[in-house]
């Protein structure tokens, strides 16, 4: 998630001062309420590769997520988000610029071509840190399709992705507050900052920040990198102790008693708790046949609560609608009964009786005395508060 607030506050800002002002003014450009934030989803590889980014930006409707621009002559010219990006990005927006289900699908499907070129006849490796929560079986039969197998497991139980967080994610945010630390000089005064902006100073963080040197390092702290055959002796790791050593007899009951059994669970069989497909202990195989099948029970039994809920939320709709026509109805037929000639000729039937009591009566004064109506009271010293 690239904050643009956050990025602003932690860059020097321009200073407005006289030569004899002791209180400088500090002058921070505002931000448009769309360019807020926007969320970055690097996919790299430990060869130092990567593909393209995938951004989210704020915002709602079908259209393009795109950027006005001053054309010249007093026109505006609109241009796409993804222009300026590298080649090959895709920019998506939402309300709250982060991952969904339907964004998880359509970032699925922007990885399965994009590696569907790469090694057409051998299997790959996606790694996914809790994808779980917007996962969907759409997606990962996409992933499948190209021969990709997704593993998902939490964050703090991988070593291979807390490196990454430091090494090249975390640079990517530290060039981009660069980037924009230089940006803020050349932005018109009383000017915001604006998704173009926003979109620059990610693509710079991406450029600088995914480079090969800072994938392969963040691989390397991990040992996961490619390793050249040539560069490898085999001899030496067959017979550096003997050859008589270099097969080990392992006790297998030893081995099994001694392990956890969460480390021992099969990552292709899933269990489920609290409502959820369970990711502690091992990786979990996302494209495998059983967790698939959870996971459409799972999205099954999501679907008919949300159908069951939808059906109260009718019904108690509908009440409400019944109650507000019934009422409705009844102002009606009481507006009606008060114009009927009826209704108007027993009205002026009741006045003119009154007004004839009124007149036998004569005039009364409007308050009469009556005896034994007024009741005092003895008056009670106040307590003096000492």
């Given at each position: 998630m690239m904050n643009a607030q956050d990025l602003m506050e932690t860059t020097p800002a321009t200073v407005m001062a006289g030569a004899e002002t002791a209180d400088p003014e500090f002058v921070l450009p505002s931000v448009q309420s769309i360019a807020e934030a926007a969320s970055l989803v690097?996919?790299?590889?430990?060869?130092?590769?990567?593909?393209?980014?995938?951004?989210?930006?704020?915002?709602?409707?079908?259209?393009?997520?795109?950027?006005?621009?001053?054309?010249?002559?007093?026109?505006?010219?609109?241009?796409?988000?993804?222009?300026?990006?590298?080649?090959?990005?895709?920019?998506?927006?939402?309300?709250?610029?982060?991952?969904?289900?339907?964004?998880?699908?359509?970032?699925?499907?922007?990885?399965?071509?994009?590696?569907?070129?790469?090694?057409p006849g051998g299997w790959?490796?996606?790694?996914?840190?809790?994808?779980?929560?917007?996962?969907?079986?759409?997606?990962?039969?996409?992933?499948?399709?190209v021969k990709v197998v997704v593993l998902m497991f939490s964050s703090h139980l991988s070593h291979i992705l807390q490196a990454l967080d430091k090494d090249p994610f975390l640079k990517t945010k530290a060039y981009a507050r660069i980037s924009q630390r230089a940006m803020l000089p050349t932005l018109p005064r009383n000017s915001k900052l604006n998704l173009a902006n926003l979109m620059k100073v990610m693509n710079q963080g991406a450029f600088h920040g995914l480079s090969s040197v800072n994938i392969v390092n963040g691989f390397k702290k991990t040992g996961t990198w490619p390793i050249c055959p040539s560069e490898v002796n085999v001899g030496r790791l067959v017979l550096e102790k003997r050859a008589r050593n270099g097969a080990r007899t392992v006790d297998r009951e030893l081995w099994a008693t001694r392990q956890d059994p969460e480390a021992r669970r099969d990552m292709r069989q899933p269990q489920v708790a609290f409502g959820s497909v369970s990711?502690?202990?091992?990786?979990?195989?996302?494209?495998?046949?059983?967790?698939?099948?959870?996971?459409?029970?799972?999205?099954?039994?999501?679907?008919?609560?949300?159908?069951?809920?939808?059906?109260?939320?009718?019904?108690?709709?509908?009440?409400?609608?019944?109650?507000?026509?019934?009422?409705a109805?009844?102002?009606?037929?009481?507006?009606?009964?008060?114009?009927?000639?009826?209704?108007?000729?027993?009205?002026?039937?009741?006045?003119?009786?009154?007004?004839?009591?009124?007149?036998?009566?004569?005039?009364?004064?409007?308050?009469?005395?009556?005896?034994?109506?007024?009741?005092?009271?003895?008056?009670?010293?106040?307590?003096?508060?000492g």
């Open positions: 690097a996919t790299v590889c430990a060869d130092g590769t990567h593909l393209p980014v995938f951004v989210v930006v704020a915002g709602s409707g079908g259209r393009l997520p795109y950027a006005v621009e001053d054309g010249g002559n007093g026109s505006n010219r609109r241009v796409p988000l993804a222009a300026y990006l590298d080649e090959g990005a895709e920019v998506h927006h939402r309300e709250k610029p982060g991952l969904d289900g339907a964004l998880w699908e359509a970032y699925a499907g922007f990885v399965a071509r994009r590696l569907v070129g790469k090694c790959k490796v996606l790694l996914k840190d809790e994808c779980k929560v917007h996962a969907s079986v759409v997606g990962f039969k996409v992933l499948q399709a990711t502690r202990g091992l990786a979990l195989e996302a494209t495998a046949p059983a967790v698939l099948a959870a996971f459409a029970e799972r999205d099954a039994e999501a679907a008919q609560k949300q159908a069951a809920k939808a059906t109260v939320q009718a019904v108690k709709a509908a009440k409400d609608a019944a109650v507000v026509e019934l009422n109805r009844l102002v009606a037929e009481a507006a009606a009964r008060r114009s009927s000639p009826q209704f108007q000729q027993r009205k002026r039937s009741l006045r003119a009786r009154a007004a004839r009591a009124r007149a036998a009566a004569g005039e009364v004064a409007p308050y009469t005395c009556v005896g034994g109506a007024l009741v005092e009271h003895d008056t009670r010293r106040k307590r003096q508060r």
